[in-house]
């Protein structure tokens, strides 16, 4: 805490021995400046914010003493049956009765852009009376695992001055929600923005539609007679006759799987030049007199001299 004409300050709250009660952060006080509300870093394994990560606590200025708002970390069954979730970012009403912080909501997600994230995090009231919590908007901005020295773990909201709604950011407007109904209303806002932009850096090619050519080549691979090559690009198999043949797709054009590390057989039981592929993930494939497919979790095929023909062994 410190003076309103500076100076070196005094410290109110610390951090905690062996991770408990550590890094007390986002401070509120009461409009009569008796106590001072806060949030503290806790051990719960796994370390997530639902798991009790975040907590609140309440400071006396007058005595001294600190009391848990919220409490319970999970890391044990008995802990874990009085975690409530956590709780962060709290902000105490103007007349002291209500206290409002963030909590995530157990396996709510929010949807962007055809994506589903979560946990999703709302906005709840405690009544500083009753110990009775309630949900009152759902979502607002989600909460960050990490926040760094100047940033929050959630953008600052604000009581208003008689107590019946608060303003916050959310979905990039500025929103008021009425305390006693729930309803949310959007604040219109618009402001004279000059940006300078430099010039991009960027390169305009065209796209053409003529036949692609390769520029990277993967798991080349030879026929123990040397004639031929098989190699993988673009997702496919080819093999080609020496360096100077024309490539060729060793499956048909209907097979839509990716195929990849082609492997020549060594012997004369099968064709010399052809390989045997892994496609796609958990299917190997032996291409030559006899195909074969088998589903499992196969990669890189290697070859064994057989006088019977060379089996396609995958690991």
């Not at 157990?106 to 979560?118: A, E, N, R």
């Not at 673009?234 to 060793?250: E, I, K, S």
């Not at 496609?279 to 890189?300: F, I, K, Q, W, Y």
């Amino acid at each position: 805490m410190y003076h309103k004409d500076g100076g070196t300050g005094v410290a109110l709250v610390t951090a905690g021995a062996g991770g408990a009660n550590a890094t007390p952060s986002w401070p509120t006080v009461s409009g009569d400046g008796r106590y001072l509300y806060y949030q503290v870093g806790m051990n719960a394994e796994p370390r997530e914010i639902l798991g009790g990560t975040l907590q609140l606590r309440r400071f006396a200025f007058e005595g001294g003493d600190v009391i848990d708002i919220t409490n319970g970390e999970s890391g044990s069954a008995a802990a874990s049956r009085f975690s409530s979730g956590g709780a962060a970012a709290p902000e105490i009403s103007p007349d002291g009765r209500w206290l409002a912080f963030a909590r995530q909501i157990p396996d709510g997600t929010l949807s962007f852009k055809g994506h589903q994230f979560g946990p999703r995090t709302a906005l709840w009231l405690r009544d500083l009376k009753t110990g009775s919590e309630r949900l009152l908007m759902d979502p607002i901005e989600p909460l960050t695992a990490v926040a760094g020295k100047t940033l929050g773990i959630l953008p600052r909201y604000v009581w208003s001055r008689d107590g019946k709604s608060i303003v916050l950011m959310q979905g990039g407007k500025i929103r008021r929600v009425d305390v006693g109904t729930g309803i949310v209303a959007t604040i219109p806002f618009t402001a004279p923005v000059k940006r300078t932009i430099s010039q991009m850096a960027r390169r305009e090619f065209r796209i053409s539609d003529e036949a692609l050519a390769p520029r990277y080549f993967r798991w080349p691979s030879t026929s123990a007679d040397g004639r031929r090559i098989a190699f993988q690009a673009v997702g496919r198999v080819y093999v080609q006759d020496g360096a100077t043949g024309t490539p060729r797709r060793v499956t048909s054009a209907s097979f839509s799987p990716l195929e990849f590390a082609p492997r020549g057989a060594p012997t004369a039981g099968r064709s010399p030049s052809s390989p045997g592929t892994t496609r796609d993930v958990g299917m190997c494939g032996r291409l030559g007199p006899t195909a074969a497919r088998r589903s499992a979790s196969h990669a890189t095929p290697a070859t064994t001299p057989s006088p019977r023909g060379a089996p396609t062994v995958a690991t």
